[in-house]
Each structure stands twice: as C-alpha cells, then as structure tokens.
C-alpha cells in the first residue's frame, strides 16, 4: 500500500516558476531512486530529473540549469523546483519512485503518482 501524491501543478506564463511536491505514504521500508517524469500531448514520456538516495540528481539536458530535484528521506517527499520556464515545457508530470515496502524487503518496485499539469503559456 504505497501511494504517491503530487501537487503544485497549475498555468504560468513562459518565464515563471513553479515547485512541484510528492509525497509518497504507505508501507515503505525505503525510497530509492525518486525522480519526476513528463508527457507532453503526442510525445512519449521522458525522464525529467532522478535523485538517488544519498541526494545525486540527474537532469535531462533540456532542463539543466532550470530545474533542481530534491528529497527529503524523512518524509519521503521528493520536489522540483522549476524556473525559467518554457512553453516545452508543457506537460503531465509524474512523481515516480522506486520503493522496498516493509513486506517486501527483498524487491523495490516502481511506483508512480497520478501526475499534475504543468502549462506554460506564451
């Protein structure tokens, strides 16, 4: 029993900024890899930003220099903050993590949240 929930999601002006936050709650033993991904209208989705546990993010090249991932083990929380933003930068984004649950301490599975739209307008 492990869900994620994002928010922060909303409309904003190319240029501005948002912070996304998920929270993941449940059974969990630990979070492992946390990362956010996107899918815009008629593309697949892609790997946004990732953070390992002990807080080593990787970013996509399109969002370097814009975007920071951060996590906070003892919430369990992962966050994005995002500045500058762009048109492109329209999307769904999803909260993705991967997590061993207390009854399970031998697997860690993906899970994902239910995703929050990000528009950018021009």
């Known amino acids: 029993q492990v869900e994620l929930a994002e928010s922060g999601g909303g409309l904003v002006q190319a240029g501005g900024s948002l912070r996304l936050s998920c929270a993941a709650s449940?059974?969990?033993?630990?979070?492992?890899?946390m990362g956010w991904y996107r899918q815009a209208p008629g593309k697949q989705r892609e790997l946004v930003a990732v953070?390992?546990?002990?807080?080593?993010?990787t970013y996509t090249s399109s969002v370097k220099g814009r975007f920071t991932i951060s996590r906070d083990n003892a919430k369990n929380t992962v966050s994005l903050q995002m500045i500058s933003l762009e048109p492109e930068d329209t999307a769904v984004y999803y909260c993705?993590?991967?997590?061993?649950?207390?009854?399970?301490?031998?697997?860690?599975?993906?899970?994902w949240g239910q995703g929050t739209q990000v528009t950018v307008s021009s």
């Open positions: 449940g059974s969990i033993f630990s979070a492992n890899l």
């Open positions: 953070i390992t546990g002990g807080g080593v993010p």
């Open positions: 993705w993590a991967q997590i061993t649950t207390t009854q399970a301490k031998g697997y860690e599975y993906p899970y």
